[in-house]
Structures are given as structure tokens and as C-alpha cells.
């Protein structure tokens, strides 16, 4: 079989005929295959190849095409050959040699056509210059949807017909074919004007024809085309030919062939096009790299591992130091262009004349014309994978350092082997090396929030940074298959996880082709904690084999780790385990599992939950009092779902009540209210002991209370409860059981009494009884969400720490978002969204908010969906985005529903509402909103003081407010209303030296829009 694919797609058989391959799709697929001939294409680019990178392709759509394709050339081999087409690991391979691909051999030739040129071989150059320019019938692989799989080959493939044409041209004209070259020079010429080669070959055909006049017009038309296109001067070589005509010097010796394949018309930088993507998380290794150019240092070397991103900060380093007037040339080299001495430089090297003679000779001349080049300008040189380069390209790289001809910026990929001259840039010529490691969680967050064009979910970005450990490449990869496959989806202007995203075919084939190499033993180890992971050291050692676990550790392919004391192991990169358990067949799973159940792991909760876990994985049943004990553990571990699979499992073995009650929790984690009320009643007739009530009141309290809002239904449940038992034991317990909306106890130490303390203005005790119970996660209880929704509160609306607020409220939001807390982490985003408004950063708080929605229409106990809706109003006013706020509103009385705002709303929803009415020009209905809620919170200066200073922000007269914010102020001890109260005493004074004093008070505490605000009343008076 042959595939001619230098133009329109071409199959032939062994026998010669053609073959007929149907369908645009099946000629995409072919041609990428081809290039690819004997190595594997992974579905992914397959897919890209045939349908786009963006596209959504059914696996069933794919292996139709390759099915159709498969039968199409099967029928063009030979019977006794073997299938053309191999399906490999998530890929397929296309079984034939480079010598049948026209493109690969068309690539071989113009080797041999450079190879009998250099050597003096003219006739046998032209032979096969003739053969390989035969195979060109158009521009190929236009079929092809995804330009990145083929746009390379595809300028290669152009370069190097240009160069066939030169040596060509060259050939004819040394072998004394004059006239045959001038006509073929007349059509090249025009057809590719910018080589300055086959214009000097025009010139000189002209001279020895003995018409030097035409010779030199020529000279004139180019020079003028030159100038006219690219503003340039003609090149050295044209240049020195033009002289030679004019003093009558030219040469009657053959002209010979470049020995090296050139650019011919320098641009003023050789700089790649800029990405589509900023560069992130690089801004200190960025400005060093800067820096050391300004300092004169002869260079920097970033070395970092495959896909960190050493390419992307060098290339963004160059573009800074060229906006700044240096002369930048840029040289890729790769494993194909380490054969050709400078073949990395070709595309920036200006014509040389003659044989190439010593390296040393070369390398100076290069030098010299690349300086030459830059001008008065400084030049400085990028040079990627550097640690591909050939002998004589980094001998140059290195004398440009030493000599201070330029300054380098090279990328050397850690882990591989080096030429001495480009090691030797750091340790002999004055380059500095920086070692370049993964991006961190935030700068991974950030890029993919590039990648997407959006704010990306926490629980997204969490998975990112997991599965890629940091690696931009492999980040890119992710996003990329992510969103073409829905499993990312922006969620009204929220990307979110949508389902278990899969990897990428090119992220597997990386990690493949590191573990298939590995001795069972290796292997052994890394399944085991790809499903068990991290494991204590000593009881994995117990499991696997410890000499295979050393080697890996040698590796790099697990690490060990200091966690809470102990040694435990994990695998080396998130991706391992991703790729090995989707590499795991079902009985080889189960039986590692088996091997997890067996071993005598450290007792506790959360090893209860994994060995319980592991049994059932292992096709084995636990006992129904270990099933319902880890169902409870993964329900505090905020895993209402992995709950509810256990206790189903403990219930379909006759579990009792007990399961019951775990199950209703569950249920109600996962906002099914009205299922959890349905099994509860159930339940009810079934309870035991006064333990077993008690959970089971706690349960009706979160279901009826807190999510269905039904308190008459709940008073009927505990009126019922006050008859199981008479004892006094048991209606004491009762009485503490019950609901209440403010203790009045104020002295009490139980977690409830915050709010009381802080309704009354004892604002320092409220924080320091709300520290002391703020709970850890996850949230085990709807008190527990109670105390952190009030500490949270309290520590905003009083001014306290805010500083401090924020360190605890960011990373414990991380913490929640990992364990998968949905409740605390919605709280948190919600806390931190307000802060953030206060701090004049609408647009972070616009993005905490849409956090916070999507966590909280998960799990919302207390009812404060509605709250970040009102809170987005507000926000999207200051972020100067008013048209969206109507909708906005609408949607927040729509979460509300048809009851009213109960007490712990009232006050968000209508300040939300006074700002939305003061968008639409309403400031008398803005005000009326605020001012007619302040008698709701008769008993709380604090709240009282905040409807009425945010009344005073939406036009409401200070003289009217002033004696309550004053008299508020006098009756708690929150800073933030102290300042509240001076602001509008110094308005009322109509004093700006005042207003300055408080704005200055409100910037020291945090408040930066209030401090804003005050400092532009003052400027106006």
C-alpha cells in the first residue's frame, strides 16, 4: 500500500491501483496516521483530526469511522500481509513503512538531494531533487479539522520543497544546464519571492549567460520588493553579488548548492506568535530572568521537567526583553534537527555561501552575521530543549555567551543528558540557572481559569491541581478533553464539574509508558496504593514487596511523607493512580481490595470507614453494626452519599432503627427533606431507648426545622416525645432538645448563647464564646453550622480582625471544598463574599457568591441560598453592573418563595431589596426598606446600626440617623458601629477634616468602600 499525501489524499494498493477511501473524515484520519505511520495516534487526536478539538464524538461514532476506514485499506494489501491499521492502547498505529507515506519519503529525499549537493554529486542531486519534487502535487492535509496535529509537518514539509527547488536550481546551474535554470528561475521566482537565494541564482545565471545588465535590473526589482513588503535590505549574499557585477569580479566557477538549508529573508525578530493564554504564577522567575539581562549577565538556563512550563516563561521573558529593544532570534531544537550541524538555526540564519569547512570557522561567521543582524540593537538569543541541541549549534550558544555576543535565554528539560557546552553555560559562562518547578494549588487555579475564560469551582479547582500536581501541560490536556466531553460546564458563569471527568489519551500514554516498563513487583505496589492511597509505611511494606517499594522510591514513583507522626506512602503523581485504576481489570481490583481488608490497619473513625469500604469493594459483606458505624462516619466526613450506600447495604441485612436514623441524616444532608421525613415518621414507632429519641428529635429538628420549615409540624413531633417517658431525666432532655431562635441566658456557655450576646451588644463576649465552639470539619450538626454561620457574622458585622477572618475563612474553605462539605463551605464563600465587599472588591465577591450558591443548592440547613442571592445584588451595583440587577432580585425573592423572610434574613433581603429599588432611581422605596426593619431588631444596636447606615449610603438624611447610630454605638462594643456613628455626626457637621479622620478608621479596620466613600464626601465639601 501507498498513501500519496502531498496533496488531495491518495491510497493505492500493492498492486498499484487506487484504492477508494470514502467520507472526508476517513481521509482526516488517514492523513494523520500517516505522518504517524508506525507509531501510535491517540483517540483524542484522532478524534480532533476528523471532528475538532471541541467536539463531542460518541465512542461509537469513532470506531465506525475506524471500522469503514479499517475494511477500505484492508482490501488494499496483500493477502498475506498483516492489517494495516493496529489498534493499540486508547489509540490505533497504521502498520506500514516510511518509505510508503510520500510525505515521509519526500522528507528522506530532500536528505539525500542536501547530502549529494554538499558533496559535489550534481547530477545524482538533480535526480533526486527531480523525484522528491514529483511527489508535491498541492498544499496537503487540508482535510484535516484540527490545524495543531498538522500545521508543523505541513511548514516543514514547505521549507524543505523550497530548499529541493534551490538546490535544484543550484544543480542545473553547476552542471551547465544555464538556460534550463533561468527558466525554471523565471516561475520561481514569483512563485516564492522572498528567497533571496533563488534571486542571486537568477543573477548569476544571467552573468555567465552574458547578460550582466539584466543581472543587475534584477538586483534592482528585488531590492525594490524587499523594501516594499517587508522594509527590508537585501541580504549579505545579494548584496556582495550586486558588488561583484558592478567591479566585474563574479566568478566563471560553478555555482555551488547551500551546504545548509537557510532563511533567507531575516525578519527584525524571530519571536513565535504570543499564546492564547497569559502566563500565571510566574511573575518572580519572570522579572529574574528581566532582571539578569538588565544586569548584563551573559544568561539564563530554565531547567524543569516535561510540561511545568519552561517554554512559556522563556518565550514570555524574550517578548519583554524585545519590547524593550533588543533583537530577539529564537531556535527550537529537536531530536530530528540534532543531525543537521545548526539545523536548529536554520529558520534564523542568513544565507551562507561555500562549504560549511570547520565547526570553529562556521560558528564564528553565524556568530558574526547574526550580530551583524541585530544591528545596533542588543541580540539576544532563546534557544528551547537546548539539551537536544547538536555539537556545533551549542558550540555557538555557548560562544555567544562567552564572548558577550548575546544574551541566552535556553530551556533544558531536567532528567536528560546534556552537551557539555551547554552545561557548560551555567557552570562556566556566567548564565544563571533556574530550576523551575509545578505551578503551586493558586497559580494551577488561575491557569485554568485562563484556560476556561471564567471563575472555575473550588471543588474544580481542587481536582485540577490533584490530578495534574501542577503540570501546565498536563493541565492544558485536562481542561481541554474536560470541556469537550461536558465534563466541565459553566453553570451561569460558574465552570463546574458535571459527572467524573476522563483523562486525556495523551496524559495516559505519558503515565503508560512509565509503568510499562515496570517488573510485576513495581507494578504490584503502585495498584495497591492507587486504590488504597496513602497507606502507613510499615502496613504497606506488610502488603507489597519492600525491595520493589525501595526501587520506586529511588524512582521518584512513590513518595514517603511526614503526616500527623507517621510515615505514610503515596504515589509519586496524582496521574498514576487516575491511569492505573482505570488500567485495573474487576477481579485484579477485588482482590487488591481483599488484600486492604485483610491487614490490620490502625484503629479510628476514618480507618473504619476505609476498611469498610475496602470490604465491600472486595465483593464482601461487613457486619451491619460496622456498616451503620462508617455510614455515621462518612455522614460527619460531609459523604451524605457514601452514607446513604452504606446504611442502604446495612438495611438490606435487617438493620434496625439505628439505620434508620443515619439514613434520615443523610437524606437531609442531600436536601431530599421530604424523603428523610417519610422514613422518620416511619421510624418513629420503632424506637427503643431515650437514646435513640433523642437522635431521632435531633433529625426531625434538621428536617422540619431547617429545611422544610414546618415548626407546627415539629411541635406536634416533640409534643408526642413529651409522652414516651415520664421521667424527669427524660423531659429535662426534651426541654434542651427544643428549638429556639435566641437564648436568653446570656451567661450560659453553650454555643447557642452567641447570638444572645451578640443581639445585646456584649459584642467581645459573642467572640470569644463563638471561638471557643467554633467547630471543626466537618460539620457533624445543624448547631455546628449555627455556631460557624454566627461566628461568622459576628466577626463581620462587628469589625473584628478582619485580617485574621480571612486567613482562617480561605483555607478553611479549601478544607470544606475537599472533604466535600457543601453546608461549611457555602457559609465560608458566603463569609467571605461580604468581606470582600466591604473591602471594595465586587468583582471577587460577585465570584465567592456564584461559590457560594453552587455549594449552598447543595446543602443549605439555614437557609441562606436566598442571602447570597441578595448579597449578588448588592455586589453586581458596585461592580458597576446595573442591568443586571432586577434579575438578580427577581431570582432572590424566587429562592424565598412564597414565605416570608424569617429572622436571620430579613435584614439581607432588604437591604438587597433598598439597593436594587436605588438602581432604578427609587431612593425614597431604598430607604423606606431599611428604615422600616430597624424596629424588627428593637433588642440588637448592631444590626440596628447596620440597616440604618446602609439607609444613610442610600440617600437617607444623616441628621435623622445620627442619635440612633450614636445611641447604638453607646449600647455594644463593635468598633465598626463606633465608626458608623462618627461618619454620620461628621457629616452632619458638614466636616471634612472629620470625614477624612473616619475614612482613615475605616481603611485601618478593612473597610475599604466605607472608607472610600467617606473620603468622597469629604473632597466635596
Known amino acids: 500500500m501507498r498513501i500519496r499525501d502531498l496533496g488531495p489524499l491518495l491510497v493505492e494498493g500493492d498492486d498499484g491501483r487506487p484504492v477508494a477511501v470514502p467520507g472526508g473524515k476517513q481521509h482526516a484520519l488517514l492523513s494523520v496516521l500517516a505522518i504517524n505511520a ?95 519534487l514529483g511527489l508535491w502535487r498541492g498544499t496537503p492535509y487540508e482535510v484535516v479539522v484540527a490545524p495543531r496535529l498538522v500545521e508543523a509537518t505541513v511548514g516543514r514539509l514547505a521549507e524543505l520543497r523550497g ?45 555567465r549567460s552574458g547578460r550582466v545588465e539584466e543581472a543587475l535590473a534584477t538586483y534592482q526589482r528585488v531590492r525594490g520588493l524587499l523594501l516594499d513588503e517587508l522594509g527590508l535590505e537585501p541580504g549579505a549574499e545579494l548584496r556582495e553579488l550586486q558588488r561583484a557585477l558592478v567591479t566585474q569580479e563574479l566568478s566563471s566557477e560553478p555555482v555551488q548548492p547551500p551546504a545548509v538549508a537557510v532563511r533567507t529573508v531575516p525578519a527584525p525578530s524571530s519571536l513565535p506568535a504570543a499564546p492564547a493564554w497569559r502566563l500565571v504564577g510566574r511573575t518572580t522567575e519572570l522579572d529574574r530572568i528581566v532582571s539578569a539581562h538588565a544586569d548584563g549577565s551573559a544568561g539564563v538556563v530554565v531547567t524543569a521537567p516535561a510540561g511545568v512550563g519552561k517554554s512559556r516563561l522563556a518565550t514570555e521573558a524574550l517578548r519583554r526583553i524585545g519590547d524593550h529593544g533588543a533583537f530577539v532570534v529564537t531556535a527550537l531544537a529537536t531530536r530530528s534537527a540534532a543531525s543537521i550541524p545548526l539545523g536548529p538555526f536554520f529558520p534564523v540564519l542568513p544565507e551562507l555561501d561555500g562549504n560549511q569547512g570547520n565547526v570553529l570557522g562556521l560558528v564564528q561567521r553565524v556568530s558574526r552575521l547574526l550580530r551583524e543582524q541585530a544591528g545596533t540593537r542588543p541580540l539576544v538569543l532563546g534557544v528551547d530543549d537546548a539539551q537536544l541541541l547538536d555539537p556545533a549549534s551549542a558550540t555557538l550558544v555557548l560562544h555567544l555567551a562567552t564572548s558577550g555576543g548575546a544574551f541566552v535565554v535556553a530551556t533544558v528539560r531536567s532528567g536528560e543528558p546534556c552537551p557539555d557546552a551547554v552545561e557548560a553555560l551555567w557552570k562556566d559562562a556566567g548564565c544563571e540557572r533556574l530550576d523551575l518547578g509545578a505551578l503551586d494549588p493558586t497559580a494551577t487555579s488561575s491557569l485554568a481559569e485562563v484556560l476556561l475564560g471564567g471563575p472555575l469551582e473550588r471543588a474544580g479547582q481542587q481536582w485540577c491541581y490533584d490530578v495534574t500536581g501542577g503540570n501546565a501541560l498536563y493541565l492544558r490536556e485536562l481542561i481541554s478533553t474536560a470541556r469537550s466531553r461536558g465534563t466541565l460546564a459553566d453553570a451561569g458563569g460558574l465552570w463546574c464539574l458535571n459527572g467524573t471527568p476522563a483523562l486525556p489519551a495523551r496524559l495516559v500514554d505519558l503515565v503508560s509508558a512509565t509503568v510499562d516498563t515496570l517488573a510485576s513487583g513495581e507494578r504490584d505496589v503502585l495498584e495497591v496504593l492507587a486504590l488504597g492511597e496513602p497507606l502507613d509505611l510499615d502496613e504497606l511494606c506488610g502488603l507489597v514487596d519492600e525491595s520493589a517499594l525501595l526501587l520506586l522510591d529511588i524512582r521518584g514513583l512513590v513518595a514517603v511523607h511526614e503526616e500527623d507522626g507517621r510515615a505514610v506512602v503515596r504515589l509519586g503523581h496524582p496521574l498514576y493512580g487516575e491511569v492505573l485504576r482505570t488500567e485495573l481489570t474487576p477481579l485484579r481490583t477485588r482482590a487488591i481490595y481483599h488484600r486492604l481488608s485483610e491487614t490490620a490497619f490502625d484503629s479510628g473513625p476514618q480507618q473504619l470507614l476505609r476498611a469498610t469500604c475496602w470490604r465491600l469493594d472486595a465483593g464482601t459483606v461487613p457486619p451491619v453494626e460496622q456498616l451503620i458505624a462508617a455510614a455515621q462516619v462518612a455522614c460527619e466526613r460531609a459523604d451524605p452519599r457514601l452514607a446513604e450506600r452504606l446504611v442502604e447495604r446495612a438495611r438490606g441485612t435487617g438493620a434496625g432503627v439505628e439505620a434508620d436514623l443515619v439514613l434520615a441524616q443523610a437524606l437531609a444532608r442531600q436536601r431530599r427533606y421530604v424523603e428523610a421525613e417519610a422514613l422518620l415518621l416511619a ?123 480571612e486567613a482562617w475563612c480561605g483555607s478553611t474553605l479549601d478544607d470544606a471544598v475537599r472533604m466535600g462539605d457543601a453546608a461549611a463551605a457555602g457559609h465560608l ?124 449610603r442610600v440617600g437617607a438624611s444623616p441628621q435623622s440617623l445620627v442619635e440612633l447610630l450614636q445611641e447604638a454605638a453607646e449600647r455594644c462594643d463593635a468598633d465598626l458601629v463606633a465608626l458608623y456613628a462618627r461618619h454620620a455626626a461628621a457629616r452632619c457637621d458638614g466636616d471634612p477634616d472629620a470625614l477624612r479622620l473616619v475614612a482613615q478608621a475605616f481603611r485601618r479596620l478593612g473597610a475599604l468602600t466605607y472608607a472610600d466613600e467617606a473620603d468622597f464626601q469629604a473632597s466635596t465639601l
Not at 529541493?164 to 516561475?187: K, N
Open 38 to 132: 508506525g507509531h501510535r495516534v491517540s483517540i483524542d487526536d484522532l478524534t480532533a483530526a476528523g471532528w475538532g478539538d471541541d467536539a463531542d464524538v460518541s465512542a461509537g461514532a469513532m470506531e465506525n469511522q475506524i471500522s469503514r476506514l479499517r475494511k477500505a485499506i484492508g482490501l488494499s494489501r496483500d493477502e498475506n500481509a498483516g492489517p494495516a491499521l493496529v489498534n493499540e492502547l486508547a489509540g490505533y498505529r497504521l502498520a506500514i513503512t516510511a518509505e510508503a507515506v510520500d510525505s515521509l519519503r519526500f522528507e528522506s529525499l530532500a536528505g539525500q538531494a542536501r547530502d549529494h549537493a554538499g558533496g559535489g554529486a550534481f547530477d545524482e542531486a538533480l535526480r533526486v531533487c527531480d523525484e522528491a
Open 163 to 207: 530548499q529541493l527547488v534551490e538546490w535544484r536550481v543550484a544543480a542545473l546551474l553547476a552542471t551547465g544546464h544555464t538556460d534550463s535554470a533561468l527558466a525554471d528561475l523565471e516561475v520561481l521566482t514569483a512563485q516564492f519571492p522572498f528567497r533571496e537565494r533563488l534571486w542571486a541564482q537568477r543573477m548569476t545565471g544571467l552573468a
Open 683 to 805: 421510624a418513629e414507632p420503632n424506637l427503643r431507648n431515650q437514646t435513640q429519641a433523642a437522635t431521632y428529635l435531633e433529625r426531625q429538628q434538621e428536617v422540619l426545622h431547617w429545611g422544610l420549615r414546618r415548626d407546627a409540624t415539629l411541635r406536634e413531633v416533640f409534643g408526642r416525645a413529651a409522652r414516651w417517658w415520664a421521667d424527669p431525666a427524660w423531659q429535662q432532655r426534651l426541654e434542651s432538645l427544643r428549638p429556639a431562635t435566641v437564648v436568653s441566658v446570656l451567661e450560659s456557655d453553650d454555643p447557642e448563647a452567641v447570638a444572645g450576646l451578640f443581639y445585646s451588644g456584649r459584642s467581645a463576649d459573642a467572640l470569644a464564646l463563638a471561638l471557643r465552639h467554633r467547630p471543626a470539619l466537618p460539620l457533624r450538626s445543624i448547631a455546628d453550622t449555627i455556631v460557624l454561620s454566627l461566628w461568622c457574622r459576628v466577626t463581620l458585622q462587628v469589625g473584628h480582625d478582619w485580617p485574621g477572618f
Open 829 to 952: 464563600a458566603y463569609a467571605l463574599a461580604e468581606l470582600r465587599l466591604a473591602q471594595a472588591r465586587p468583582g471577587e465577591a460577585l465570584r465567592l457568591l456564584a461559590e457560594a450558591e453552587h455549594q449552598l443548592a447543595q446543602a443549605d440547613p439555614l437557609g441562606f441560598l436566598p442571602l447570597a442571592a441578595a448579597m449578588r445584588v448588592v455586589a453586581l451595583h458596585f461592580a458597576g453592573d446595573d442591568a443586571a440587577v432586577p434579575a438578580a432580585m427577581v431570582h432572590c425573592h424566587d429562592l424565598l418563595g412564597d414565605e416570608p423572610p424569617s429572622f436571620h434574613q430579613i435584614g439581607d433581603i432588604r437591604r438587597a431589596e433598598a439597593w436594587a429599588a436605588y438602581v432604578s432611581g427609587d431612593h425614597s422605596t431604598a430607604q423606606r426598606a431599611l428604615l422600616d426593619t430597624i424596629p424588627d431588631f428593637a433588642d440588637g444596636p448592631v444590626p440596628q446600626a447596620r440597616l440604618a447606615y446602609e439607609a444613610m
